[in-house]
């Protein structure tokens, strides 16, 4: 018998179980603070989780200014950037030369992980952003892969009001059942830690500044 | 004189020193001190009611515990259908053997690990490092404790015991960091270390905090992006699981997540939690080319067989009942001297690696029951502990003076009128000890009762 066979062997001959159908699943929705909330409410609990988390938020009200944001915050940064080939960041590009040109001199995504470590900023898409904790979530599929939003020191979030959803449920039905991706992300602020005397330390080794250009 | 296992021995003396150390007491209380108040806050913040959250959490885990074998089997077929190779371990033995096998198959010079309890159980990094396999830790805690030559303290927060300046020095010593005691600096020094590691190295190695059985998919929890580090940039991932890890769905993770990080840490969700459902697929643009999930048994079960101890397999192994036990607060956790310390370790560890050795652990328990308070999956902790001690005792393994001890105390305390008539012999001799017995003992001895109950009652009663 193989290993896997006397594993479940042995699990199977236990006894005292109530096997057979699975529970009833719970709305666990119902558990949490600000698992029911209207749709502006949500969005303003977003907007407070997102901050606590030491997110930059930066709200703007439509594409030109996002990509105003963007380049604004890109200034700042003297390293390259690497960027997502994504047609809302392309989009960007097409709204301000100035953007178009730091993505001209972006690092390649597909480069070693050493060379994709060189860039300052990293900016990607997200597939939802979860109102209730604040956080962003996405897929290695289609955010441009697994190392883009954690290697650089910085992590520029593109994306839009309604794409706050009150709970992961919907996302995870979404990505369930969808083939594309191998990883699936929720971020929730920039990296930290206290392993230390639990003081609490930024940037422990993924980025150290999460920001959200959040449009609409 | 009081025979034994050498385990209890060495147990008793490092408890001894270690509950006698006030500089190690201070900062234990200090880190436990900062975990409440984040845990307290957390709970109100986030759960309307937490209670309820813990049973329905209990349910939910129970529930997958029973139909194990099945779900274990689901996890098997969608994960390998995702490109995974599924390996069970029977013990950690096999376990070593499968992962030395995946590393030599790649060529494996290097690699990074995120925290695994699991990988600390079955004692893979000295297996690695002898086979010539350059290891690094990458959770800054088990970097530390790794550079250090020491076990993991804590589950969650493996260098809770160590202060700013002592992590400085240590780092000043074995990674050249100039001499500082500055969180900030250490924490970047750690960063820029292993930033090569994750960059150079031929194989990222994870635990998992859930298997999702009908994703076929791996989870991780963190907060400092290590994990996310160790499984994109590597060529290889390896994943080594407790096989009761197991989770329904995806949708369970709603609960589980934030329960997790509010009991860990007192937060609402850990800055990165990963569902990693196998290698890099076609169209994708980084990631692993290949992708392992061992499956440990390793003595799981064993306790899965006991319907008296099963529900122990429902730990989300978040570090709850350590920080709330006061007998973990006292001794701290190396005094434990194995992978899983505090109460759930005093539960399982003498179930999977020996009663015999072990079973001391189930008696370092004044049963007070906070553990099973806080356990966000409803783990009544200090019932499994007496029936660690009854089986211990059935099996013969507790010492003849505590079993002789034991029968005198049942034969008198049982007849109400031999105790009666036992009592001036026992005032006597409580009244003598402090003369008798070392110092310290003898200031603790309880005294007896001038009368007892039933005599103040009979004087009551006229």
Known sequence: MSSKEKILDRLRKATGFERGPRLEK????????????????????????????????????????????????????????????????????????????????????????????????????????????????????????????????FHIVVAAKDQIIPALHPWLEQIGGDDSWSMAAIISGPSRTADIEKILVFGAHGPKRLALILIG | MIFGSQEHHQFLKAAREKAADHEHGKKIL???????????????????????????????????????????????????????????????????????????????????????????????????????????????????????????????????????????????????????????????????HLRKAFCTADLGITGANFLIAEEGAVVLTENEGNARLTTSCPEVHVAIAGIEKILPSLEDLELFLPLLATSGTGQHITCYNSIIRGPKRAGEIDGPSAMYVVLLDNGRSRLYADPKLRKALTCIRCGACLNACPVYRTVGGHTYNTAYPGPIGSVITPVMRGLKHWHHLASASSLCGACSEVCPVEIRIQEYLLENRWSAHQAHYTTWPWNIGFKLWAAVYSRRWLLQLLRPLMKLGSNLAPLVLPRALGKRMPKMAKKSFTELWREHEQ
């Open chain 2, 30 to 192: 200090k880190a436990i001190t900062n975990y409440n108040i984040a845990v307290s806050a957390g709970k109100e913040a986030q759960f309307c009611n937490w209670q309820e959250a813990r049973k329905v959490a209990a349910k939910v885990k129970q529930s997958a515990l029973a139909n194990l074998p099945e779900l274990l089997e689901t996890f098997e077929k969608k994960a390998t259908a995702n490109g995974i190779q599924v390996l069970w371990a029977e013990d950690g033995k096999e376990a070593l053997d499968q992962i030395l096998a995946i590393a030599r198959k790649h060529g494996v010079r290097k690699a990074v690990k995120s925290k695994s309890m699991t990988t600390e159980e079955i004692e893979l990094n000295h297996t690695l490092a002898q086979e010539g396999v350059e290891i690094w830790e990458t959770d800054l805690g088990e970097l530390i404790v790794q550079l250090a030559g020491e076990r993991p303290y804590h589950i969650v927060t493996p260098a809770m015991h160590k202060s700013r300046a002592e992590i400085g020095e240590l780092f000043n010593r074995t990674l050249g960091t100039p001499l500082t005691d500055s969180a900030e600096e250490l924490t970047a020094a750690a960063r820029a």
């Open chain 1, 26 to 153: 719970v709305p666990y929705s119902t558990l949490f603070c600000h698992g029911r909330l209207t749709r502006d409410a949500l969005g303003e609990r977003f907007k407070t989780a997102f901050q606590g988390l030491i997110g930059e938020l930066h709200e703007v009200a439509g594409w030109e200014q996002a990509a105003e944001k963007l380049l604004e915050l890109l200034n700042k940064e003297a390293g390259p950037v690497i960027c997502q080939d994504h047609p809302l960041l392309a989009r960007l590009a097409e709204l301000n030369p100035g953007l178009q040109q730091r993505f001209r001199f972006a690092v390649n995504l597909r480069s070693s992980s050493e060379e994709c470590g060189h860039a300052a900023v990293g900016i990607s898409v997200a597939d939802a952003l979860m109102g209730r904790t604040g956080s962003i979530l996405l897929r290695s599929a289609t955010a441009g892969g697994r190392r883009l939003s954690v290697l650089s020191p």
